[in-house]
């Protein structure tokens, strides 16, 4: 089959590999309809994360089931299927106390599971999926070819995005600031909006995806950063700025923005994945009882609430999907992401 290897800094490539192969019983093997390039696979792209070695890249997909092990009992041969970003057994103590990104048992695609086979990257053709009961969520039935890029952001964007506002503590009335305009910040703005916050600032110096932020509820945009951009914000919100500020970024500068943004007693919900060195003032958050929670996002525990209303159209976070690429463009696909001509970029093997 073909997947994609990163070899060093801006070194894309589709190379062929072995196909995968069940091999623990609990497994599966999908054969991928759509995949995607994240913001974080960016990270080593640009080389802020050294290339040791070649690797497979991706870890957002959606498939069909292929084949199952012995001891899979849930998921069948024929599914279409939501993977989220990372492998979960789902039954383990800190899956049942809703931490599924820290499963005891769980790992992440590109890698060796705990019992040395390989988990598949999802920018391929076939991936190997080591606990498919617990990882898998079946659809329904084969959906309509409109709704795969909805689908496709529950394995990461759109549950990120939820998570984030969920952190914050965004509910009907909340009051609320984003920090970041790529697809992760989109979707916390659709989640926001979804959970019934009253007014929604979208922080974007880009019209396209200012305009897109508007679409998925945002009553405001902000273009300004830095301490313009907190003395603006906080003009908004009566001097004093909004109950839940969600960081979507994970960079020092994305972070300070968002802990000086909200109000005294308000939250930040952050998901951003770190770079750059975020940290925390201590003593400022002590001075004003603002508030932090987040980090990696559970997805596989929010696929189930958020599927029904991405099927039922009620929620349309697959336009996130600006342009869409077959495999074999991959490299063209980090290109455009790298260089901010696409929000995100969908990938058809």
Known sequence: MRATLIHGERDIRLEHVPDPVLS?????????????VCGSDLWPYRGV??????HRMGHEFVGVVEQVGPLVHRIRVGDFVIAPFYDCDNTCLNCRN???????????????????????????ELVRVPHADGSLVATPSYPDEALIPGLLTLADV?????????????????TVAVVGDGAVGLCAVLASHRLGASRIVAMSRHEDRQRLAREFGATDVVAERGDAGVARIKEMFDGV????????????????QALRSARPGGMVGFVGVPNGGPELPVRQMFDTNVG??????????????????????????????????????????????????????????
């Open 158 to 174: 759109m549950g990120t995005g939820h998570h984030a506002a969920v952190s914050a503590g965004v509910r009907q009335g909340s």
């Open 241 to 256: 700025g909004p109950d839940c500020v969600l960081e979507c970024v994970g960079t020092k500068e994305s972070m300070d």
């Open 292 to 349: 932090v929670n987040g980090g990696v996002a559970p997805v596989r525990g929010y696929v189930e609430e958020l599927l029904p209303e991405v099927l039922s159209g009620a929620i349309d976070p697959g336009r996130v999907f600006d342009l869409e690429l077959p495999l074999a463009r991959v490299a063209e696909a980090y290109q455009a992401m790298d260089e901010r001509r696409a929000i995100k970029v969908l990938l058809r093997p």
């Open 98 to 124: 809703g931490v599924t990104t820290s499963c005891l048992h769980g790992g992440w695609w590109g890698t060796d599971d705990e019992l040395g086979a390989f988990a598949d990257g999802a920018q391929g």
């Open 24 to 36: 623990t019983g609990g497994d599966a093997i999908v054969r991928v309809v759509a995949a995607c």
């Open 49 to 54: 994360t050294p290339t040791r070695e070649p």
